[in-house]
């Protein structure tokens, strides 16, 4: 299993740090855990292959495109927080 943890300041609350972190099998594509920590509080969900397939096409996005930009965004690290932002809700 790769896991990856990354730091995210979320545009809905800019001063607040969360980290995320994000667990998978083989391929991302094929489904997903995320762990989502304000460092007091704990959030856990998981995303499934059919999940990732519904969101792609609910956006008319090539699935695999999707995919790498879910890679770019989730796992990609800190040179891709200025690319992407995230909201707490």
């Not at 545009?11 to 969360?18: I, K, L, M, N």
């Not at 972190?21 to 989502?36: A, C, M, T």
Request: proline share 2%; glycine share 6%; charged share 30%.
């Amino acid at each position: 299993m790769e896991k990856t943890l990354n730091r995210i300041h979320p545009v809905s609350d800019p001063e607040e740090t969360y980290f995320l972190q994000v667990s998978w099998e083989k391929d991302l594509g094929i489904g997903f855990g995320v762990v989502l920590s304000d460092g007091q509080c704990v959030w856990t969900g998981t995303v499934s292959e059919a999940e990732i397939s519904r969101e792609a096409a609910d956006m008319e996005m090539n699935r695999e495109k999707y995919v790498e930009e879910l890679k770019k965004a989730l796992i990609a690290g800190e040179e891709s927080a200025a690319k992407y932002n995230f909201t707490i809700s």
